[in-house]
């Protein structure tokens, strides 16, 4: 492989923005495959950042920056692409649920799993039953990831796994939980597909769910 996409995939990880958009416009301008750059250069040192996070070598503000360096190389490559689709591993629907504000590990999750290929819409914060009804209606997600925080709002998940049982689409999508207060216990209770104690398990997660 080219050295200067081991040498991308490297910046990457250390969460160099600035030098990770240089390497790849020097990459652009030598005129690698665009599809190269972003998988053998971006997206290989992300899948790197997400070993070591789960392992507990790297921490949350490191993988931010890692993976906004990633984004920034992301944002030169794509125009290229010429309105090619790149090969998408799943589309994935995240949210947290109504009454809780809380976004870090959530947004962490979406960037991961934006990292290995997945279409990832993110809802925000404080989402109501409703508004992920017409959310998953809108875009058809192949997944939809819930978090919460708070043991207060935790409930609201099995709310949602309700809904869609009752409208008939439960066994069209699968549905995996997180946050601090929440368990494989608790992910088996509401009916959930499974359950993610970090990050990088929801994104091995989401690729087992739809292997």
Do not use: W, Y
């Not at 359950?195 to 739809?210: G, I, R, V």
């Amino acid at each position: 492989m080219s050295n200067i996409l081991e040498e991308l995939a490297e910046r990457v990880i250390e969460g160099k923005l600035e030098t990770v958009q240089d390497i790849t416009r020097k990459a652009i301008a030598e005129g690698l495959d665009p599809e190269e750059i972003i998988n053998q250069g971006l997206i290989k040192g992300m899948n790197v950042v997400g070993v070591r996070f789960k392992a507990g070598d790297m921490f949350v503000p490191e993988v931010l920056m890692c993976a906004r360096s990633m984004s920034g190389g992301m944002e030169l490559v794509k125009p290229l692409l010429l309105g090619k689709e790149m090969p998408t591993a799943g589309k994935v629907l995240i949210g947290t649920v109504k009454g809780d504000l809380h976004d870090i590990g959530k947004n962490l999750v979406g960037m991961l799993l934006e990292s290995v290929g997945f279409n990832v819409v993110n809802l925000g914060t404080d989402i109501s039953t409703e508004q992920f009804m017409q959310a998953i209606k809108e875009h058809k997600p192949d997944v939809l990831g819930l978090s919460a925080l708070l043991t207060t709002t935790m409930l609201g998940m099995k709310d949602i796994i309700d809904q869609l049982v009752e409208e008939g689409t439960r066994d069209k999508i699968k549905v995996i939980i997180g946050g601090a207060p929440i368990s494989q216990d608790f992910s088996d209770e509401i009916g959930a597909d499974g359950f993610a104690p970090d990050a990088a398990s929801a994104t091995e997660l989401c690729q087992k769910l739809l292997a």
